[in-house]
């Protein structure tokens, strides 16, 4: 017999399916949650959420602006236990994120206790804090007991939750959002609710109004850490009217005076989500790594503000410039990316412009307004429909006193006499008798006048859209009024200085000659002077010279790669000649199987000839070839192997393996700043050899093992077209079939 533990499952539970089908029903089923129910905003309250859970909980916990704080453990429990299903540190840190007054523009939880800070320290555990909401977040909440919004069943269909908050202005934009889902992601900056409650505005009094219209209200983001935006208007515009972007942020600095001609500069505010903590040791291994040769020393005086002391290595460097060369290589600029990815009101992903953003959120109060007025007049219309049975009970008052004194079933006799409603009877029932007084009858009267004049007012509102955008548009007014003193811009607005560092840096560096040697194994050093005698170099055992390039101190070293990189070494950051330099390899990244082709001096506006062993080549300008990354700037496409000088040749003469001479005109060459170039020589065997770049009225050059030179006067007998095979070189051409000994 089977055992029970055993026994297979019933057949009925067994799905015979291909498992490609399975597997990607399964898969689409989680991005849609993820993408949903976790990672982006919705358009209408800029929450996602877990966000509008914890908000909520926290409201029916009565923790309004005005009540004392909780444990931020029971508010945990309350939104794990009732709303969220999941773990309870992310609740926490999303209970903290909203709390964090350098995260949110608009904070909408007023914590207590130890929350972290701009450093990156971690907050306290939740069961040493304390939160209770804020008045922004009370703008959010406003209403919802109202019907303003859908609500929905809980994970475990004992309680119902609000699908989205009423949300009095605009909190999508004014604290921003950032998160993954599965294939998509959003990154929104927080903005300035006062200039978004001034761009709603003039939609509503300009519904065909532009991107640039609003723009003269939304200028670009509001970062609760401040900070200097150096990003074009043209870029913004084009930013908020696509919806994706970015935006370049600076910190805010100024020059403090020391006298004597010194001075340190104090940086005030930090680009948002910048840790403090890390920046000052980001700015120290600069120093350390001597890549800030402007920078002298960075210090944290700190307190409650942000102060970072910077002092330069020289009073005569220039403020703007020490600034220039710290944003260029630190976090003390960043670049905020902008991807309005939003959920719109049916719950579909997109991505949305400032316009359409702006426009669903006016479209959502106005939603809320209606449900709001028709809630409020179905309550007027009850009252009324009560006050109505309470006058026929003032004007029957004796009657209604015998009924209810001397009859066994008042509620039914007062319904058959005087045509009442339960709700007017038990109404009357339970009205007390000191209310029966003449003046309580006015004060009904009162009463009844001022609610029909109220529902008539409500009912006109529903029946005119021009007369609830005017309330729309006057909750707005309000609400930005309410925000008060938080409206205030703390980003400020600049151009970007025009400051040539690298100038500025080349003229902190002594300029004297040198002499770069690089052997043939990479061992690279520079030595002072100018070296007459190469023989009487040094090199390992097994190693000797490969490359010696005159230079200065001040010059940029360009190493062009076997592979068709180019590298850029600082002269004057290479070792010295004492000993046997260092392995080149240390300083970029270039594998042990890739070889050195040229090493020369960056001339600005300079030209070469690059081509490749397959024959192809073109024109580069050097200028193209600069990049101060380890990792290269890929230039030439194949196996490089010419690098010439072009100067002021117009004739290119190339050979190859098989021996045969070809020249052509330079000018049949394309000048490109990266690709595979064009072809040079066709060959059915082989390769190419080498290359010679020339004068027309100095004739073609050649020099032999022995190093003597013969200038060969009769090159045009080998004159064609680019990518001809050309002819079999003449006799007396160097056996190595090179233009010059390598």
Not at 347 to 369: C, E, I, S
């Given at each position: 017999m089977t055992d029970a533990t055993t026994a297979p499952p019933p057949s009925d539970r067994i799905i015979d399916e291909p498992l490609s089908e399975a597997l990607s029903r399964r898969y689409l089923a989680y991005a849609l949650s993820v993408i949903t129910d976790r990672a982006l905003p919705d358009?209408?309250?800029?929450?996602?959420?877990?966000?509008?859970?914890?908000?909520?909980?926290?409201?029916?916990?009565?923790?309004?602006?005005?009540?004392?704080?909780?444990?931020?453990?029971?508010?945990?429990?309350?939104?794990?236990?009732?709303?969220?299903?999941?773990?309870?540190?992310?609740?926490y840190d999303t209970l903290v994120r909203m709390a964090q007054d350098f995260a949110q523009r608009y904070p909408l939880v007023d914590g207590q206790g130890n929350f972290g800070n701009i450093d990156g320290d971690n907050p306290a555990a939740m069961r040493y804090t304390e939160a209770r909401l804020t008045e922004a977040a009370a703008l959010l909440l406003e209403g919802i007991d109202e019907d303003a919004v859908d609500f929905k069943p809980t994970y475990d269909g004992q309680d119902t939750e609000p699908v989205v908050l009423p949300t009095g202005y605009p909190n999508l934009l004014a604290n921003g959002s950032t998160g993954i889902a599965v294939g998509m992601a959003t990154s929104i900056p927080p903005?300035?609710?006062?200039?978004?409650?001034?761009?709603?505005?003039?939609?509503?009094?300009?519904?065909?109004?532009?991107?640039?219209?609003?723009?003269?209200?939304?200028?670009?983001?509001?970062?609760?850490?401040?900070?200097?935006?150096?990003?074009?208007?043209?870029?913004l515009l084009e930013t908020y009217e696509t919806g994706r972007g970015g935006v370049r942020l600076r910190a805010l600095w100024a020059q403090e005076d020391l006298g004597q001609g010194r001075y340190q500069i104090v940086v005030t505010q930090i680009p948002y989500q910048v840790k403090k903590a890390d920046l000052v040791e980001q700015l120290a291994e600069l120093i350390e790594n001597k890549r800030l040769p402007l920078l002298g020393d960075v210090r944290d005086e700190s307190a409650e503000d942000v102060r970072l002391v910077l002092e330069p290595k020289s009073r005569n460097v220039e403020p703007a410039v020490l600034m220039e060369s710290l944003f260029k290589l630190s976090d003390l600029e960043n670049r905020f990316s902008v991807n309005l990815n939003v959920l719109d009101a049916?719950?579909?992903?997109?991505?949305?412009?400032?316009?359409?953003?702006?426009?669903?959120?006016?479209?959502?109060?106005?939603?809320?307004?209606?449900?709001?007025?028709?809630?409020?007049?179905?309550?007027?219309?009850?009252?009324?429909?009560?006050?109505?049975?309470?006058?026929?009970?003032?004007?029957?008052?004796?009657?209604?006193?015998?009924?209810?004194?001397?009859?066994?079933?008042?509620?039914?006799?007062?319904?058959?006499?005087?045509?009442?409603?339960?709700i007017q009877a038990e109404a009357i029932l339970n009205t007390r008798l000191r209310q029966l007084a003449r003046l309580e009858e006015m004060e009904l009267r009162r009463e009844h006048g001022d609610l029909a004049e109220e529902r008539d007012g409500i009912a006109g509102m529903l029946a005119s859209d021009k007369a609830q955008w005017k309330l729309v548009g006057a909750g707005l007014r309000q609400v930005k009024a309410a925000l008060g003193a938080l409206n205030i811009r703390r980003s400020l607005f600049a151009d970007a200085p025009e400051i040539d560092t690298e100038a500025a840096l080349e003229a902190m560096i002594v300029r004297e000659p040198i002499t770069v040697i690089l052997s043939e194994r990479g061992w690279i050093r520079a030595a002072k002077g100018r070296v007459d005698d190469p023989s009487e170099l040094k090199f390992k055992e097994g190693d000797k010279l490969q490359f010696l390039v005159p230079a200065e101190t001040?010059?940029?070293?360009?190493?062009?790669?076997?592979?068709?990189?180019?590298?850029?070494?600082?002269?004057?950051?290479?070792?010295?000649?004492?000993?046997?330099?260092?392995?080149?390899?240390?300083?970029?990244?270039?594998?042990?199987?890739?070889?050195?082709?040229?090493?020369?001096?960056?001339?600005?506006?300079?030209?070469?000839?690059?081509?490749?062993?397959?024959?192809?080549?073109?024109?580069?300008?050097?200028?193209?070839?600069?990049?101060?990354?380890r990792a290269g700037k890929q230039v030439l496409n194949g196996k490089a192997l010419i690098s010439l000088p072009l100067g002021d040749a117009d004739q290119l003469a190339v050979i190859g393996d098989n021996g045969k001479l070809l020249v052509f005109p330079v000018d049949e060459l394309p000048e490109m700043a990266r690709g595979k170039g064009v072809k040079l020589q066709s060959y059915r065997e082989g390769a190419l050899r080498d290359a010679s770049a020339f004068r027309t009225g100095e004739g073609l050059a050649t020099v032999d093992n022995s190093g003597r030179t013969r200038v060969w006067d009769d090159w045009r007998d080998w004159l064609g077209k680019r990518a001809g095979a050309g002819k079999v070189a003449p006799k007396g051409w160097p056996a190595s079939k090179r233009f010059r000994p390598r």
């Open positions: 358009v209408r309250d800029g929450l996602k959420p877990v966000q509008r859970r914890v908000l909520y909980a926290m409201r029916e916990m009565r923790l309004n602006p005005d009540a004392s704080a909780r444990k931020c453990a029971k508010v945990v429990g309350e939104v794990m236990g009732g709303y969220h299903p999941h773990g309870d540190q992310s609740i903005h300035n609710a006062g200039e978004l409650i001034d761009a709603c505005l003039l939609l509503l009094e300009k519904p065909d109004c532009t991107t640039a219209d609003l723009m003269a209200h939304v200028k670009g983001p509001d970062f609760p850490t401040g900070g200097v935006i150096v990003e074009p208007a043209r870029s049916r719950g579909t992903p997109g991505v949305m412009g400032l316009k359409q953003v702006l426009l669903a959120f006016l479209d959502h109060r106005r939603d809320v307004l209606v449900r709001r007025a028709r809630h409020r007049l179905a309550k007027i219309e009850a009252r009324l429909h009560i006050l109505d049975g309470l006058r026929i009970a003032y004007l029957n008052l004796d009657e209604v006193i015998r009924i209810v004194r001397y009859e066994d079933e008042p509620k039914q006799k007062l319904i058959a006499a005087f045509e009442l409603s339960e001040t010059d940029k070293l360009l190493v062009f790669a076997s592979d068709g990189r180019f590298f850029t070494l600082a002269a004057d950051k290479l070792p010295g000649a004492r000993g046997n330099g260092e392995p080149l390899r240390l300083m970029i990244d270039l594998d042990d199987k890739v070889g050195i082709v040229d090493v020369f001096v960056h001339r600005p506006g300079a030209k070469r000839i690059l081509a490749s062993k397959e024959g192809y080549g073109f024109i580069l300008p050097q200028d193209e070839a600069i990049a101060f990354r």
